[in-house]
Every structure is written in structure tokens, then in C-alpha cells.
């Protein structure tokens, strides 16, 4: 067995794939069991077919004993192991609260396209999802991004200084799922947002992480995940 | 000054009400200091006025030179100190997973009145609000109780045994909140959570929390925080 299990979607790179990232990132030993066995394994996990606690919704991590889930509870988990942990205690705080503030727009996002319920197809809510996106695309997106422009530029290009830390790569991974489903919004961004680019640009060039990138493993965006490009939310 | 310093909505119990509750449990020395100040101090430190990194919203916690967001980053920096902390290390792991189920609870039930926009008043997304409300009532409230529900019937009657932790205090402002906002569709829900509301009801005769609850510096469940009652949403 592989030292860290993940149970994700296999169809799409969502809220499991800065774990993703962290793991292939580190080199570690860890297997992407719903990518190898397919989407019954996601459906096992949510079961409890795991053992210990059942998880409302994955991303699920086991590890040994431990079956964890919240991508922010395994984020913070996996980051010593894998490297991508701040150094000191006040600085692992504040990389957890930055994560969160990722987490919370992430959750923006996806709302933009699911404003009433889970339960519906976009299809089904398309009037809604049009007035929320237009409300995000108006104002609040600035607000989260230059809120992260100023903390990373204020600690050096980087969330939580000196290092490049696991929150750094969600960072990276958030902004090109924006620059993916709302490519206008975002150019008329990037000219405020210099050093998040820049420090997405750095985070694709460590070299495991760009070797998966370039690899199948790696999934694109797509409209089943969080972020989804539907030209009609942002015409 | 006092030992801590939470800064929060001094007109509501919201995401700020957990800590206000750890707080009052250990009789700690802290300042509420919205409530003494006015919503001012809320203000201030939204804008970075209490140095450190700026938050993007409240509650905020001033502990020394450090200043921290995120209500799940707080409880889990306070729960020690607080004597709410689970025992093990998987234990607090744990514990933090269920609480960050709570918040995103709480985010949908948040939703449920604000489903376009947080910058519009509910009055102007009152359509959208009544479709969310009925997929919320439709099914998601009852498997998000039934899975915490399952959760503390295996753990011995809290989240993460053998005593209570602060996730349990989260747990039972929540089933109040949703109690408060919707009296009918939690009705018809008790009988199917038993060990959940034996927990809110063992959290709120801790004699510290006891005081707390029946004095002024509790604030009642209203129409300007996250637990809102319009009874035209349930109806």
C-alpha cells in the first residue's frame, strides 16, 4: 500500500488538487485511487469503506489508520511531510488562515455556477448563476485578490516568508482556475495583481511540480469542477 | 490590556459567537471590544489597524504582537489555553475537520438568505433566497445533521471523545442558529437527532457557559447575523 491515499474525483481538478500538488511536489509516496480504480472509490470512501470517521465529502486522505478529510485539515497535515510547511508557529497560523481565505473564494467561485443548490445542474439555476457571477465579477473578485496582493507582497512574493509554503500553491492553482473561467475578468486584473503572477510562474517552475504538469496526471480545467467557463456568466 | 482581544460584529451572533463561547467557558481574561467600543473597532481592524497581516473579515483575535482571522484558525490557537482541546493529536485533527463541517454549514445556511450577493440587502434576492432555502430544507439540513449525528453517536456523545471540546460548543450554536431560523423544518428533524441536542443541551449547563447565556453579553439570535428567521422562506 502507498504510504498516502487520496480519494478525489478523477474526472476533475477541484478542492483535491493542491493536494495534488503538495504530493507530487514532495516526491512522496501516494496513490491517486480514484485516477487508478476509477470513481467507485470515491463513492467507497464517502460510504465509510475507510474506516475510522466517514467523511461528508472528499477530498478523503489515508494515511496508515488516519482517514482525514477537509482540504484544509489535509493541507496542513501533509505540509511537514512534503516540505511545504512555514517555519515558525506564528507563521503555520497565518499560512492556515490564508489557505481558509483561498478556500472561502474557491467557494465564490463555485457558487458562481451553482447559486441555488448542489442538487441542480447549472443548467437548472442559470438565471441565478448569472446574477451572482455578475456581482462577483463586479467588485468582490478585485477584493480577494488584492487582499492576497498585498499579504504576499508585504512577506516577501511569498504567503508566509521566507519559503515557498503549501498555501503558495494553492494560490497558484486558484489563480489559473479564475484565468480559466473568467478570462476577461482576469486580464483586466492582471495588471493589479504583479506579484501573485509572479509567484504563480514560480511555483509551476519547481521542478517535480512542472514534471506534473506537463504529465497526464495532471488534469485540465474542465465544466465539471469548480472551475467552469461558461461564456454566457461573463458576456 | 486584556490577555485576548476579539474583535467582532458587535450586533450579532455570528461567526465571532463560538469564540465569544470558548472565552466565556474558561473565564480567561479577554475584551469583546465591539461590544465596548462599538462597531468602530470592527472597522479598524478590517483595515489593518491592529498591525500585523489584515484581515479580509472578522472575528479577528489579538493575542500579543499576534493577530489572527479565520473563526476555525482562532478556536483551534484558543482551544488549549481554553481547556477545550481534544486529548491526541488525531483527535485535534479530527476536531478541526467537524468544526470546518459546521462552517460550511453555517456557509450554506448563510446562503439560504444572501444566494447572489453578500453586497445586497436579502430583501433584493428574495426570489433566489426562496429557491435556496427550499433546496436547503429539501434534503441537504437533514444529511448534513445525520452525518454529524452519526458522528457523536459513535464517539460517545461528543465529536471527539472522552470530553467536550470546542467543536461541541460549535456545534450547539449552530443547532440553536438553525432552530431560530427554521422552527418548522427543525421540528420535524429532533427525533432524528437525539445525541445532537442531549450535546447542545450537556454544552449549555457548563456553569461558566450557563452565566454567559443568561446575561446581556449574549447576544439573541437576530435578522442582521447568519441565523435568520423569514418565515416566508420556510413557508
Redesign the interface.
Known amino acids: 500500500m502507498a504510504l498516502y491515499e487520496l480519494y478525489y474525483w478523477p474526472m476533475l481538478p477541484g478542492r483535491g488538487e493542491v493536494l495534488r500538488m503538495m504530493l507530487e511536489d514532495a516526491g512522496v509516496d501516494y496513490r491517486d485511487v480514484a485516477r487508478e480504480e476509477g470513481i467507485e472509490a470515491v463513492v467507497k470512501a464517502r460510504q465509510g469503506g475507510l474506516g475510522g470517521?466517514?467523511p461528508?465529502a472528499p477530498p478523503v486522505l489515508r494515511h496508515g489508520e488516519?482517514v482525514?478529510?477537509?482540504s484544509?485539515?489535509i493541507a496542513?497535515?501533509l505540509c511537514e511531510p512534503c516540505g511545504l510547511a512555514p517555519r515558525s508557529e506564528?507563521g503555520k497560523?497565518?499560512a492556515?488562515?490564508h489557505f481558509?481565505?483561498w478556500a472561502?473564494l474557491v467557494?465564490e467561485v463555485h457558487?458562481t455556477h451553482h447559486?441555488?443548490?448542489?442538487?441542480?445542474r447549472y443548467e437548472e439555476?442559470r438565471e441565478?448563476a448569472k446574477?451572482?457571477t455578475d456581482?462577483?465579477l463586479d467588485?468582490?473578485l478585485a477584493q480577494?485578490l488584492a487582499?492576497f496582493e498585498?499579504?504576499i507582497s508585504?512577506a516577501g512574493g511569498v504567503h508566509v516568508g521566507p519559503d515557498i509554503t503549501y498555501v503558495d500553491l494553492q494560490a497558484r492553482f486558484v489563480l489559473r482556475g479564475i484565468a480559466y473561467a473568467f478570462p476577461k475578468a482576469f486580464d483586466q486584473l492582471r495588471a493589479k495583481i504583479p506579484s501573485l503572477l509572479a509567484l504563480a510562474d514560480r511555483v509551476e517552475a519547481r521542478p517535480r511540480l512542472a514534471a506534473y504538469l506537463a504529465s497526464s496526471r495532471a488534469l485540465p480545467f474542465n465544466e465539471h469542477g469548480i472551475f467552469r467557463h461558461y461564456p454566457e456568466l461573463e458576456g
Not at 447559486?115 to 441542480?120: C, F, K, M, T
Open positions: 470517521v466517514v461528508f488516519l482525514l478529510s477537509q484544509s485539515v496542513r497535515y506564528p497560523l497565518l492556515d488562515q481558509l481565505g472561502d467557494g457558487d447559486p441555488i443548490s448542489v442538487g441542480l439555476q441565478a446574477q451572482r456581482r462577483f467588485g468582490r480577494w487582499h498585498d499579504i508585504d
